[in-house]
């Protein structure tokens, strides 16, 4: 079955980085687009950034734009985000999303928060 792990939250200060993982099995990681959605406290979940099959393409919400950057490795079946010069605004749990839609499968989460 599908299954989407995702990794390397934690906490860090303002100005600070991390690089998320998401490790997919139980589909051809290859063939679909992927997308990073996020779920502030209190908040709906929110489209941050996707990626085309063959990374190519990307895209990301305005509010990230120049600071974080998707990329993938389909020969590891692995989705990444590293973020840099984070933010308090930034502080939500990351989904990794099969495909562009907040409906598809995803995985269970990895917190992020930026807090001094």
């Known amino acids: 079955q599908v299954q989407l792990v995702e990794s390397g939250g934690g906490q860090v200060q303002p100005g600070g980085s991390l690089k998320l993982s998401c490790a997919a099995s139980?589909?051809?990681?290859?063939?679909?687009?992927m997308s990073w959605y996020r779920q502030a406290p209190g908040k709906g979940l929110e489209w941050a950034s996707g990626i085309n099959k063959g990374g190519g393409g990307t895209s990301y919400r305005d509010s990230v734009k120049g600071r974080f950057t998707i990329s993938r490795d389909n020969a590891k079946n692995t989705l990444y985000l590293e973020m840099n010069s984070l933010k308090p605004e930034d502080t939500a749990v990351y989904y990794c999303v099969r495909g562009q839609d907040a409906g598809g499968p995803r995985g269970q989460g990895t917190q992020v928060t930026v807090s001094s």
């Open positions: 139980g589909f051809t990681f290859s063939s679909y687009t």
